[in-house]
């Protein structure tokens, strides 16, 4: 292990667990072909497209009832 990495470790021990979960997700991100923040602004499209949708009316809604009952069919 390289020194910098050591005394980024070192460092690192000395922030709070909610810090070194940021940092974490930060360095696991910084992995990935496609960025986070770019996914969760796709998503944040796609949810306002869906429920703009639901809001006009144009997509087909199934009660909780027949979801759960479905669930469990597949999950046997």
Known sequence: MSDILKELE???R???AEE???LAELLLESLR???L???EA????EIKERAAAYD?????TFSAEDV????RRLAR
Request: aromatic share 8%; no cysteine.
């Open 56 to 60: 006009r009316g144009e997509l087909k």
């Open 37 to 39: 923040a770019e996914i």
């Open 14 to 16: 000395t922030l709070t």
């Open 42 to 45: 796709a998503w944040d499209r």
């Open 33 to 35: 072909d496609t960025p």
């Open 68 to 71: 759960f009952a479905e669930a």
């Open 20 to 22: 070194r979960a940021l």
């Open 10 to 12: 070192r460092q690192a």
